[in-house]
């Protein structure tokens, strides 16, 4: 499949907050090598981005890959926790959290994600454990004083619900926000950080439009979550850090700001979030 052009690059630099590179490896995925992602990405002024991780191996390549410009997050995804169970059960479960907790202890590691509930791939009968794990990666963030990035897919009420229910973190990230303005202003109640992904181009995302107008800025983020949820016009095809410049570009749209404005707040409230980098 043939990529995506280079988008004009933005007036300032910002962070890819959430892209999965291993994924995206040659080696891996869609034919861009790691390397040639980073040069793209810095290209068009996506100066930084944070690499996650959502399984044991993809974490620990994560952890290896990690250096200028790219940190890393790790956890177990909320629909590999009902995997690891069900092949191995709560000692399968509880190791595999143990080393999570072991890897998100690097300093190159500046948070704890994506975790989270996921009620559209794993069923009522996965649920229990699914929340487990959430609440015991809770835990680890605020063990090691990092943040916490949350994946949230159609489980917006019963997510709310545990962060009600535990002691958070220093920082919450809504990864690839799906909520409404209602979710959105109960974010920005929170101090819980936004973060926004191409969907945010799509001609169906109304409702999402709807919430990123009401996010406070000093409360926004950008990803890609490459190789997936490419924007438009080049929805489709695979995604990557050096297409980030169409998200920015319909997020200062939407909130009706100058692109320069925008850019600069996205990038310190990514490194507020995530530390110098």
């Not at 040659?26 to 793209?40: P, Q």
């Not at 695979?238 to 570009?249: G, I």
């Amino acid at each position: 499949m043939i990529r995506p052009p280079l988008p004009e690059a933005l007036p300032r630099p910002v962070v890819d907050t959430h892209c999965h590179l291993d994924i995206s490896d040659a080696d891996r995925g869609d034919g861009l090598a790691v390397a040639d992602a980073i040069e793209a990405a810095a290209s068009v002024n996506v100066s930084r981005i944070v690499q996650v991780g959502c399984d044991l191996p993809s974490a620990r390549w994560s952890v290896r890959l990690a250096h200028e410009p790219v940190v890393a997050t790790v956890a177990l995804h909320p629909n590999e926790a009902p995997r690891l169970h069900e092949h191995g059960g709560d000692a399968l479960l509880e190791d595999a959290l143990a080393e999570i907790e072991q890897l998100a202890a690097d300093p190159r590691v500046r948070a704890v994600g994506e975790t989270g509930l996921d009620h559209y791939r794993t069923g009522p009968e996965g649920r229990e454990v699914q929340e487990r794990s959430f609440r015991a990666h809770l835990a680890i963030a605020r063990r090691l004083g990092k943040p916490v990035v949350i994946h949230d897919r159609d489980a917006h009420e019963d997510v709310l619900r545990v962060l009600a229910d535990e002691p958070l973190p220093p920082a919450v990230v809504f990864h690839c926000f799906s909520g409404d303005a209602a979710m959105a202003a109960v974010c920005a109640e929170q101090g819980w950080y936004v973060s926004v992904a191409g969907v945010v181009t799509f001609k169906n995302a109304h409702a999402l439009r709807e919430a990123v107008a009401v996010v406070p800025p000093e409360l926004l983020l950008v990803e890609t979550d490459a190789p997936y949820l490419t924007p438009v016009p080049h929805r489709g095809r695979p995604n990557a850090s050096y297409l980030v410049p169409l998200t920015v570009t319909a997020i200062a749209a939407v909130q009706q700001r100058p692109l320069e404005q925008v850019c600069d707040g996205l990038w310190t409230n990514a490194l507020r979030v995530f530390g110098e980098f």
